[in-house]
T-cell receptor
Framework: EPEVTQTPSHQVTQMGQEVILRCVPI?????FYWYRQILGQKVEFLVS????????KSEIFDDQFSVERPDGSNFTLKIRSTKLEDSAMYFC?????????????FGPGTRLTVL | LAKTTQPVSMDSYEGQEVNITCSHN???????ITWYQQFPSQGPRFIIQ???TKVTNEVASLFIPADRKSSTLSLPRVSLSDTAVYYC??????????FGGGTRLMVKP
């Protein structure tokens, strides 16, 4: 069964550094997403991406965040200047049609630790 | 956006059937009801989705009454590996999923 993959599984960085989290969505999917989950808290939506542009974003997704699909397979989340409160699990997800009835498939996550 | 309410936690024993009920009084006509499962330090995993009546797949059943203001996820004969957090989502227009706190299911031997 095809699956979403994410690298690295764990990223440790110093406050103020830039990090790039990488995702390879399922190959025929067209909609891509990033979510995050701070330890012990809810899964929170960050951004959705379709046709090479952001389609929706949450209040969390401020100017420090950006997303990119640099080639035909990768989907990345960049945090320009990390803060302590960015420490969380970051999940990538994808689906084919988008919308309410199409299942989103999640990757295993990247644990980001900001020191 | 419809708000969901589900129990914070539930305990069960191996081999039992587990039913987790979610209420969503403000569900809209176009909303689908979706359940996800999440193990610690892993991404949410789709379990089942429905719009009305009953849906069954190889892992669970989903019961939705006619008014659609609640739904019940049924897990037959749970095992220890079903210990996880279960999220009920009511998906509205757009692509973002809104997760609540979920139900933490503990399956005991």
């Amino acid at each position: 069964e095809p699956e979403v993959t994410q690298t690295p599984s764990h990223q440790v960085t110093q406050m103020g550094q830039e990090v790039i989290l990488r995702c390879v969505p399922i190959s025929n999917h067209l909609y891509f997403y990033w979510y995050r989950q701070i330890l012990g808290q809810k899964v929170e939506f960050l951004v959705s991406f379709y046709n090479n542009e952001i389609s929706e974003k949450s209040e969390i997704f401020d100017d420090q965040f950006s997303v990119e699909r640099p080639d035909g397979s990768n989907f990345t989340l960049k945090i320009r200047s990390t803060k302590l409160e960015d420490s969380a699990m970051y999940f990538c997800a994808s689906n084919f049609r988008g919308g309410a009835s199409d299942t989103q498939y999640f990757g295993p996550g990247t644990r980001l630790t900001v020191l | 956006l419809a708000k969901t309410t589900q129990p914070v936690s539930m305990d069960s024993y191996e081999g039992q059937e587990v039913n987790i009920t979610c209420s969503h009084n403000n569900i809209a006509t176009n909303d689908y009801i979706t359940w996800y499962q999440q193990f610690p330090s892993q991404g949410p995993r789709f379990i089942i989705q429905g719009y009305k009546t009953k849906v069954t797949n190889e892992v669970a059943s989903l019961f939705i009454p006619a008014d659609r203001k609640s739904s019940t996820l049924s897990l037959p004969r749970v095992s220890l590996s079903d210990t996880a957090v279960y999220y009920c989502l009511v998906e509205s227009a757009g692509n973002m999923l809104t997760f609540g706190g979920g139900t933490r299911l503990m399956v005991k031997p």
